[in-house]
């Protein structure tokens, strides 16, 4: 059952209170499966039990971008065992503590934030209380999150394409691998694991290229189709995976972020042919948009729900998600870029490398 909160604000007359935003949680639904999920992921403690229909700041009409001026002040804040998320919403910044029970956010001033000797923002003092920031994402001026794999990738390639995908009984559809630009060219590739832009900074695929089952393309195509009334196209990054990668990724990914790989030993939806890495891209300038986190992040950001960023980039994020779930896709609960289509589990596990499949 969906449950609403208003939001409010609370004035400072208020018995001594302060000025509070209150944390809006419409559409929410309970869904203890993400909280077992993610229990190692200090993300737990604001999706425990919660699945969002919507994003929780989400907005029906377009927001205005934040101030540049404000963009440093974003991301996580930390004393000890609390952690702040510092956002943008409508126009002004507030902080809002990570907990299990969704809290109110709290106005935060300009002059509340520390910086270091280099001019880069260091701390936040918030209720008397001084708070480190936290990393997150790629390094300043760079575009993809880098994980130290645990073995050399090379070394787990060569493995990985002499191992046998797990043997699968039952009644499955026909393969029908489709390569998205012959259904749709206004539908942009940056397939980052044909190039050494990735994850693990090594180079997966012979071609860059994105194929899909067929019914699944088709839906992308309708979903390109709709998003352009909004002045957006769909951007791809990753479509069939070959089995054989999906075994590297596992073992290179360190144990603790095991949750944004899947297991070869069940195969993946990638595999699959039946789940889709995207975002979206601005019609006009031809560019990306902005999301609240970048693809391919292991940070708590990636997840669908997080609160954090700027309105904007929220506004983007749940654009991408409504227009996909109206086509059949379900969003994947670690990451906002990755989309399971309905059938998935009807499709057979696949590891025909991109070189032997055709249509180029």
């Not at 425990?48 to 996580?76: D, V």
């Not at 944004?260 to 995207?278: E, Q, T």
């Not at 031809?286 to 506004?315: C, F």
């Amino acid at each position: 059952m969906n449950s609403t909160t208003k939001i409010c604000t609370l004035s400072p007359a208020i018995a001594g209170s302060k000025p509070l935003f209150c944390f809006a949680t419409w559409g929410l639904r309970p869904r203890l499966y993400a909280a077992a999920r993610f229990a190692g992921s200090a993300l737990v403690a604001v999706v425990f039990g919660l699945s969002l229909a919507s994003a929780t700041l989400a907005q029906t009409t377009k927001p205005a971008p934040a101030s540049l001026e404000w963009r440093p002040l974003l991301g996580e804040y930390v004393n000890n065992d609390k952690t702040v998320i510092v956002l943008e919403n409508g126009g002004k910044l507030y902080a809002l503590l990570k907990q299990a029970q969704p809290g109110p956010m709290q106005p935060v001033a300009e002059n509340a934030f520390y910086r270091d000797r280099r001019g880069k923002v260091s701390h936040l003092k918030l209720d008397d209380v001084i708070y480190t920031r936290k990393p997150l994402g790629p390094e300043e001026g760079a575009a993809q999150l880098k994980v130290e794999p645990v073995r050399p990738v090379k070394t787990l390639i060569k493995e990985a394409l002499a191992a046998q995908p797990p043997t699968e009984t039952g009644d499955f559809l026909p393969t029908d691998l489709v390569e998205l630009k012959t259904l749709d060219k206004t539908i942009k590739l940056d397939v980052r694991y044909a190039t050494s832009n990735n994850l693990f900074g090594t180079v997966f695929y012979s071609q860059p290229r994105a194929f899909l089952q067929r019914a699944p393309a088709e839906a992308l195509v309708r979903v390109n189709r709709k998003l352009k009334e909004s002045g957006y196209g769909l951007l791809v990054h990753d479509g069939y995976r070959p089995w054989y990668v999906t075994k590297v990724f596992w073992d290179a990914t360190p144990q603790d972020k095991k949750v944004f790989v899947a297991d070869p030993s069940k195969g993946s939806r990638h595999n699959r042919g039946a789940a889709v890495d995207l975002s979206l891209y601005d019609l006009k300038t031809g560019r990306p948009v902005e999301m609240v986190s970048t693809y391919d992040e292991t940070t708590d950001r990636a997840h669908p729900n997080y609160p954090g960023g700027t309105s904007l980039q929220r506004w983007h994020r749940d654009l991408l998600r409504s227009a996909m779930e109206a086509e059949g896709f379900t969003v994947y609960e670690a990451e906002w870029w990755h989309f399971d289509y309905k059938d998935w589990q009807r499709y057979r596990i696949g590891n025909e490398r991109f070189e032997n499949i055709g249509g180029q």
